[in-house]
């Protein structure tokens, strides 16, 4: 009975975060060369977070573990309805295969340079778990299985995941409004690369773009829903047999040899 | 039976309600026009979450449900074209604020993980995900232009 009152309470404070998010509307502005794209789904997300125990106290620690368990199944009505922005667009989309599927090989591109880039700030095992992949639930998974969370791989793992769930789609809404503003790339492109593996990045995308070119919202919407599916289908397969093995290959060539010397001193 | 609010098939009514208030807020549809097309989304996941638990292997639920999206609206089911006209009038958006705000909720438990990770794997997450998004956009950009589809 006690647990039936959190949920209650916990809808009822989303209906309000809803109503108060949707009635300030999307807003976007001008910033030098780009466009910021403001969506009421990041109004809510941050509105929700003042509720908590160090802000208002209006939910407290129970109330933000049942709110966990509510993210999943509330995903699913914005699944179904992601399956019909596909299904009247399929054909297009499936003239548009190719580059669906080559640019699944994306994520790649981050391992080689992140890689880098991670060693060179000084991270050492945590930078494979941190650039393999953006660290949602199933590379959570992965890592478990391979090095165990305590691992410093772990480590590198669960920071880019927390980043990603505080501030990814809000990021995700905001770079992809100027992106597609400063940058020479199609929408439909930019569309597919919103399909990252992750609902809510993916939607803040998709939408900001939407915004800016409201004329091709049906296909925009269309290729980042199915971009997101497709990496959910294939990026588990990616990240085991592909990303992982790179950055493993990169962690021996770039720092392995030395530091396999320093520990047999 | 008695259903419970745990329960997912409960969950999704309340979550379908919230959108319909947020599509009538934000999006100016009114729930009663709205109605039908949430109705559909609302037995797809139904449907969706029915093949999750008869279907072998451990594929989730939104893989289902998406799937059965598609091939619902696909030109070639004869309803294809009624249920794609019926269901636009939820708003993709609208259907987000909720989860968004669910998610807003629980992010303050991983606040203070969140505090002890320095300062170089921020750097770190922002060049992941800026390198991710760009990379795959220049890939879908060449394809896109080699095909001849843009």
């Not at chain 1, 000084?122 to 890592?143: C, D, K, M, Q, V």
């Given at each position: 009975m006690l647990e039936d009152k959190r949920h209650l309470k916990l809808h009822l404070i989303v209906l309000v975060l809803v109503v108060l998010a949707e009635f300030i509307g999307t807003k976007s502005f001008k910033v030098g060369p780009g466009t910021v794209v403001l969506l009421p789904m990041l109004y809510a997300l941050l509105l929700g977070l003042l509720t908590g125990p160090k802000f208002l106290?209006?939910?407290d620690m129970e109330d933000m573990k049942t709110a966990e368990s509510l993210i999943t199944v509330s995903v699913l009505l914005l699944m179904a309805k992601y399956g019909t922005n596909i299904g009247p667009t399929l054909p297009l989309i499936i003239k548009s295969g190719p580059a669906l599927i080559l640019q699944?090989?994306?994520?790649l591109g981050t391992v080689l340079l992140g890689m880098p880039f991670a060693l060179m700030l000084g991270l050492r095992r945590e930078a494979i778990g941190a650039t393999?992949?953006?660290?949602r639930e199933p590379n959570l998974a992965i890592i478990s299985d391979m090095y165990?969370?305590?691992s410093p791989e772990g480590r590198g793992v669960m920071g880019v995941y927390l980043c990603g769930t505080l501030f990814g789609s809000i990021f995700f809404g905001l770079f992809a409004g100027i992106a597609a503003t400063t940058?020479?790339?199609?929408p439909y492109a930019l569309a597919m690369a919103?399909?990252?593996?992750?609902a809510s990045m993916m939607s803040a995308a998709v939408g900001a773009l939407v915004e800016i070119f409201p004329n091709m919202a049906e296909e925009i919407t269309a290729f980042g829903a199915a971009s997101n599916l497709a990496t959910g289908a294939d990026g588990v397969y990616m990240s085991i047999f592909m990303a992982i093995p790179m950055c493993e290959w990169m962690y021996r060539k770039l720092v392995g040899d030395r530091a396999e010397e320093v520990t047999k001193r | 039976m008695k259903l419970s609010i745990k329960d997912p098939v409960v969950i999704t009514v309340i979550v379908a309600i919230l959108t319909l208030v947020g599509n009538f807020v934000g999006?100016?549809?009114d729930p009663i026009t709205a109605f039908p097309g949430m109705l559909i989304l609302y037995l797809i996941v139904i449907g969706g979450l029915w093949i999750t638990k008869i279907?072998?292997?451990?594929?989730?639920?939104v893989v289902y449900v998406s799937l059965l999206g598609i091939v619902l609206t696909?030109?070639?089911?004869?309803?294809g074209e009624k249920v794609a006209e019926l269901t636009s009038q939820v708003n993709f958006l609208a259907l987000t604020t909720p989860i968004l705000g669910y998610a807003g909720i629980s992010m303050g438990k991983d606040i203070d993980a969140f505090r002890k990770q320095g300062v170089k794997i921020v750097l770190v997450a922002i060049f992941v995900f800026v390198g991710t998004y760009i990379a795959s956009a220049v890939i879908a950009h060449m394809v896109l232009k080699l095909t001849g589809q843009i």
């Amino acid at each position: 009975m006690l647990e039936d009152k959190r949920h209650l309470k916990l809808h009822l404070i989303v209906l309000v975060l809803v109503v108060l998010a949707e009635f300030i509307g999307t807003k976007s502005f001008k910033v030098g060369p780009g466009t910021v794209v403001l969506l009421p789904m990041l109004y809510a997300l941050l509105l929700g977070l003042l509720t908590g125990p160090k802000f208002l106290r209006i939910t407290d620690m129970e109330d933000m573990k049942t709110a966990e368990s509510l993210i999943t199944v509330s995903v699913l009505l914005l699944m179904a309805k992601y399956g019909t922005n596909i299904g009247p667009t399929l054909p297009l989309i499936i003239k548009s295969g190719p580059a669906l599927i080559l640019q699944e090989f994306g994520n790649l591109g981050t391992v080689l340079l992140g890689m880098p880039f991670a060693l060179m700030l000084g991270l050492r095992r945590e930078a494979i778990g941190a650039t393999f992949s953006i660290a949602r639930e199933p590379n959570l998974a992965i890592i478990s299985d391979m090095y165990g969370l305590d691992s410093p791989e772990g480590r590198g793992v669960m920071g880019v995941y927390l980043c990603g769930t505080l501030f990814g789609s809000i990021f995700f809404g905001l770079f992809a409004g100027i992106a597609a503003t400063t940058l020479p790339l199609h929408p439909y492109a930019l569309a597919m690369a919103s399909g990252v593996g992750s609902a809510s990045m993916m939607s803040a995308a998709v939408g900001a773009l939407v915004e800016i070119f409201p004329n091709m919202a049906e296909e925009i919407t269309a290729f980042g829903a199915a971009s997101n599916l497709a990496t959910g289908a294939d990026g588990v397969y990616m990240s085991i047999f592909m990303a992982i093995p790179m950055c493993e290959w990169m962690y021996r060539k770039l720092v392995g040899d030395r530091a396999e010397e320093v520990t047999k001193r | 039976m008695k259903l419970s609010i745990k329960d997912p098939v409960v969950i999704t009514v309340i979550v379908a309600i919230l959108t319909l208030v947020g599509n009538f807020v934000g999006y100016k549809i009114d729930p009663i026009t709205a109605f039908p097309g949430m109705l559909i989304l609302y037995l797809i996941v139904i449907g969706g979450l029915w093949i999750t638990k008869i279907m072998p292997g451990n594929l989730p639920a939104v893989v289902y449900v998406s799937l059965l999206g598609i091939v619902l609206t696909m030109p070639w089911f004869p309803l294809g074209e009624k249920v794609a006209e019926l269901t636009s009038q939820v708003n993709f958006l609208a259907l987000t604020t909720p989860i968004l705000g669910y998610a807003g909720i629980s992010m303050g438990k991983d606040i203070d993980a969140f505090r002890k990770q320095g300062v170089k794997i921020v750097l770190v997450a922002i060049f992941v995900f800026v390198g991710t998004y760009i990379a795959s956009a220049v890939i879908a950009h060449m394809v896109l232009k080699l095909t001849g589809q843009i």
